[in-house]
C-alpha cells in the first residue's frame, strides 16, 4: 500500500458530487470525466468508485467484480468515443515515482492525435 484514503481528494469530491466534472460515463462500479487540463485533444480520466488510492491497493484488495467492472468501463469509453480504430493510450501513474497528484486511482484515456512513443 502507498498511503490511507484521503476523502478530501478532488476526485473523492467529483465522485460526491461536490465538484463538477464533464462526464462521459458512468456505472456502478466506474465514473469518467474529461482532464481539466488535457494533454491530448481526447484526455478522459476513468475512476474506480470504491476508495483505491492507486493501482497498487486497488489490484489487492478490490473485488473481482470491482476490478472487472472497472476495466471494462475503461475499454467502454474507449470504444464509444471512437478510439480504437486510430489507436489510444492508456496511463496509469502510482506514486511519487510515478509522478501521482491525485490519491484516487485514475486510468487516463489519451486519444485524438498520434501520441509518440512514450509521454516522458
Ligand atoms: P496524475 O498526475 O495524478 O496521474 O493526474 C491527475 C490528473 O487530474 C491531471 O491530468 C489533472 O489535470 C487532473 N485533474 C486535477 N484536478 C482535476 C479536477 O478538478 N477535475 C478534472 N476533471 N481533472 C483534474
Same mark, same amino acid.
Given at each position: 500500500?502507498? +498511503?490511507?484514503?484521503?476523502?478530501?481528494?478532488?476526485?473523492?469530491?467529483? $465522485?460526491?458530487?461536490? $465538484?463538477?466534472?464533464?462526464? *462521459? =460515463?458512468?456505472?456502478?462500479?466506474? $465514473?469518467?470525466?474529461?482532464?481539466?487540463?488535457? +494533454?491530448?485533444?481526447?484526455?478522459?480520466?476513468?475512476?474506480?468508485?470504491?476508495?483505491?488510492?492507486?493501482?497498487?491497493?486497488?489490484?489487492? &484488495?478490490?473485488?473481482?467484480?470491482?476490478?472487472?467492472?472497472?476495466?471494462?468501463? @475503461?475499454? $467502454?469509453?474507449?470504444?464509444? +468515443?471512437?478510439? *480504437?480504430?486510430?489507436? =489510444?493510450?492508456?496511463?496509469?501513474? *502510482?506514486? &511519487?515515482?510515478?509522478? &501521482?497528484?491525485?490519491?484516487?486511482?485514475? @486510468?487516463?484515456?489519451?486519444?485524438?492525435?498520434?501520441?509518440?512513443?512514450?509521454?516522458?
Amino acid at each position: 500500500a502507498t +498511503q490511507p484514503y484521503d476523502d478530501t481528494n478532488v476526485f473523492a469530491r467529483i $465522485l460526491r458530487g461536490e $465538484l463538477p466534472c464533464r462526464r *462521459v =460515463y458512468e456505472d456502478e462500479h466506474a $465514473l469518467a470525466f474529461h482532464d481539466i487540463n488535457p +494533454q491530448a485533444p481526447t484526455h478522459i480520466l476513468v475512476i474506480p468508485k470504491g476508495r483505491y488510492v492507486s493501482w497498487d491497493d486497488f489490484s489487492a &484488495q478490490a473485488s473481482d467484480a470491482a476490478i472487472a467492472g472497472f476495466i471494462r468501463a @475503461v475499454g $467502454l469509453v474507449a470504444r464509444e +468515443q471512437g478510439l *480504437v480504430a486510430p489507436g =489510444y493510450r492508456l496511463l496509469a501513474n *502510482v506514486g &511519487q515515482h510515478g509522478h &501521482q497528484e491525485v490519491p484516487h486511482l485514475h @486510468v487516463h484515456l489519451f486519444g485524438g492525435r498520434p501520441l509518440g512513443p512514450m509521454l516522458a
